[in-house]
């Protein structure tokens, strides 16, 4: 399809700052539909210079999300595949920063401390084609959706949150290429999505990535009756999970016992084999270490599953 | 005031499975109003017998909540004191079961593992005076609510759910005779409670107290212009803060250090000092160990304080 | 007895920083001998003044232990029986302070972050009958041990940390008049105790409680043929077990775990009775969340296992 | 060096299952020198067929070290590096299996519930060139040192345990070509290693890789007054630091804590803009989810750091 022929989803009125069932769909679209999503970056853009202060600067919600986008016959049982077919920056410049008590060596509200807080400090950086520069740094672009989910059966969730809905998950595999499976729990699954990375190390450790506002297309595919308890991804080389949790083991445990499981379901281990195979060649990496729970990507590569 | 002059509040409509702004309020009241609250049990009354299988019996959603109840002139930046007047049972038996991957010595959702369930099981307990008594067994009547909570600003949070807004703490602290102060973060606060317990231990170890549907009398002050970012509970002889976080570590943090803040802020203790001081006479308990977040509670006796 | 005729047992030679079977045992006992045991405070006195500075005055090894203790008969698979008779300060005055990155309320080696250390801090207190006292604080006292433990069987684990050999647990129940019941892993048991507090709340916040040397008197009661695997307490009122482990919900996990299988076993519980009747009786409270792993103390009341 | 010149380490008499300084070296090495160690598998060889039942099989201690190996000039303060120059299995096969209550997917002693264990099971490999093979499986060979470390000042660690000392890390990034740096915490450095996997994937999932005897040739350098907190690692392409502690986000904390302060110490960068450059660029990878503390791996890539 022609760039030029994709549908283009615009938020109509106010962001959204919770993934849940109580927001008036922004768009419907159809099973096998592409279509182009227009996002904010997590800073709804309020910081855009090296002299900014986070903890000014910023308003009381973060991560503006699209959406919801309600998908057409998609019912609670259904698993919604959403392929990132691409991630284009609207603009030449990201941003991180520290967030007072917000991040992977820090303080926070629920890692509580009676330290005063780390220094509020911004970094920004120019893209230029395939890096993302700043002063001497040259940092491979490589972009991706840090938060993508559907509606929870009946909790509205923050932004900020990954669960089992997906979410804030902030995992570089949902990325262009690649394929997220999402649990429909709600009529029309009701999608969101934004908070796009220009790059991200795993464990995004200060909690900010390379932060940017983008046009994300997509393409919805609905696998009808097939139920999924967790996110999962697909790419060419990997199935994974993500299992997001804390302590950080259970989000451990839950990513590789989905993994297991899928093993076990659609790839003819039984169940204990599975649980054995995965220990001499699985992969699990942090994606995030940093948000109100973290988020664990438990990996296995398709070759072994032929 | 006569127990028969007291308004009673009954849902009108479904009883809510979560705590949000989304619902309609259930009734208004003013602030030094007291009215009696009427309350389902957290099964919504589904398990009545040591036969019933909980596997089985139960519904998709649980915990139901009267509520939310609109307080005249609460808004985002108040304190809702409300004061525990009474916990009737509206019933004479109370159970508790075993709920599949559900409690504290179990796997569950969360701490995923590939065991098998423990077993289905219902305990029924009549209700006798002072006593909840099942064959030999007599455990004292120590009438509390289980969740109490008002709504958070944006986000709809599972009943199942402790948080910063209260919710699902089942902690027994909060009682009959004991002031719960919850924080105000939308209009009218939007008050909800429900799941009473006529007894329950510190953990809540396997999941579920002796649950009992109930007439909950309540007091309510609004505390204007004065924030709270995590519940608070007085009684005669203590004050209390409750925190509510995975790990357990981070509850622990939480109350410990809403307990320092609050000698600090109100009652002329140094911020070291106040830390110091709680460290030589501070009181720390599991209000329960089994919820979607643990819930500790932090104390230090009013006599300390004087 | 009287106190004069009390076989009184000083540290010969260096105090140990380890509970290990690799060192020479200070004394031999026999079971049911009564002794008196000489124990420094937890920074071996190097701290006397509120104008010492805690990051210079400590030296590398802390919490200095008097033992081992060689309990004639002793061998691998029996239990010790350790009733604390009596815990006599040795001085009148206590010590607390502020140890860099060391405390629930700050970062740690184990919890690292960036932030800069809280600042140096000392607390001393006179010590008058029932008292602690500095300015207007008045402290309850209420004497224990803070560390009391075993040998492990091959391991030598810092004096610093609680396990399944006690070791410094920081529970306030290891106190005048309460049996304390610890595992023997290695010929002879190997006892070992020091670190005693004036009075200590429950969690130990800052990490330091009344510090002070003592003259502890223990009865030790070999029972021959009976293994446990983690400590347990009798009080008058209460049968404990301790639990030690991060993060603090498996430290929660073992404590109750330990004592549904002490009612099944010992009290004609079946397992999952006792489980449920735990959950509605039993308490658990935080010993300390500071320490090298946290210590949690699941308890049953007595009157109820008639 | 010709493979027949390098001189051969034994283990005299019984392998050890701590680390600690309470062991007589075993052999005495100069900075510099290439030395082939002989190692046991994890089990001390006794299971050897798919029809040993672990529960039964084990003795009372696992994973046997050879060791200590006293570096000639090694002194508190300095730094050990251990260049692994080969791992060469002494056996044509490897074991995997089910030991009761351990592994990532079950209940265990520290995270304890009512559950009964999962199967005793043992899976058996083939090693065949650069597979190991099992029935229609192939992994690819991948040799290791799951556990390598030095002595503590004073503890004598289970060699069941990571830590700061190194110990049971079980990363597969302690393998052929890279070099470990250990801390040198008393005279001699006392080596130990031991527990060879011919693979293993990240996490070891089920608690056991694939393990195997071998001939492990490494090459001892010392760095005199160079004082490092926990181990790192160097790679062709990657510097990286191992953290090892629970809950899991503590390890995290520590790998990427020890990263920052390494970039920030020896690679030029301000401390805060380390833990930025580390977010965009960072890799964190978790080691194993199944020891007595988690061990996870953050890795900056060399080519950032020129």
Redesign the interface.
């Known amino acids: 399809m022609q760039r030029e022929q994709i549908r283009e989803i615009h938020q109509e009125g106010a962001y959204h ?2 993934m ?1 069932p ?1 927001h008036e769909p922004v768009a419907r679209v159809e099973s096998g539909e592409t279509v182009a999503i227009y996002t904010e970056d997590a800073f709804g853009g309020s910081i855009t210079s090296e002299e900014d202060r986070p903890s000014e600067a910023l308003g ?2 973060l991560n503006p999300q699209t959406g919801p986008i309600y998908v057409e016959g998609a019912e609670p049982g259904d698993t919604l595949a959403v392929r990132i077919e691409d991630v284009e920056f609207t603009r030449d410049w990201a941003v ?1 920063c ?1 967030v007072p008590y917000f ?5 926070t ?8 807080p ?2 509020d ?1 911004v ?1 920004k950086y120019r893209i230029e084609g395939d890096v ?1 520069r700043r002063g001497d ?1 040259e ?1 491979p672009v490589r972009p991706f959706v840090g938060t993508i989910g559907t509606s929870p ?6 932004a900020l949150s990954p669960g089992d809905h997906g979410g804030n998950m902030d995992v570089p595999d949902t990325c262009v290429g690649n394929t997220v499976y999402l649990p429909v729990r709600v009529e029309g699954g009701l999608f969101f999505t934004g908070d796009c990375h220009v ?12 932060e940017v506002s983008a046009r994300v297309t997509v393409t919805f595919e609905l696998v009808k009756n097939r139920e999924i ?1 967790w996110p999962r991804i697909e790419s060419e080389e990997h199935i994974m999970t993500v299992g997001s ?6 989000a ?3 990513a ?2 989905e993994l ?1 499981k899928w093993l076990s379901a659609d790839y003819g281990f039984e ?2 084999d599975a ?12 994606g995030n ?1 940093v948000d109100t729970t ?1 988020s ?1 990507v ?1 990996r296995c590569q398709k070759r072994y599953l032929a």
Not at 103 to 107: C, I, M, N
Not at 109 to 116: A, F, N, Q, R, W
Not at 245 to 250: G, K, Q, S, T
Not at 276 to 286: D, H, K, N
């Open positions: 700052f919770t849940g109580y009381p919600y991180s520290l991040g992977g060596l820090t303080s509200p629920l890692t509580t401390t009676l330290h005063d780390l220094p400090r970094w993302a740094w940092i059966a009946i909790e509205a969730i923050s790059a991200q190390g795993q464990g995004e450790l200060c909690g900010v990535a390379l308890a949790a804390r302590p950080m083991e259970d451990a445990r839950i590789y016992s297991v169940l204990f649980y054995q195979f995965l220990t001499q060649v699985g992969e699990l990496y942090v270490m973290y664990l438990a």
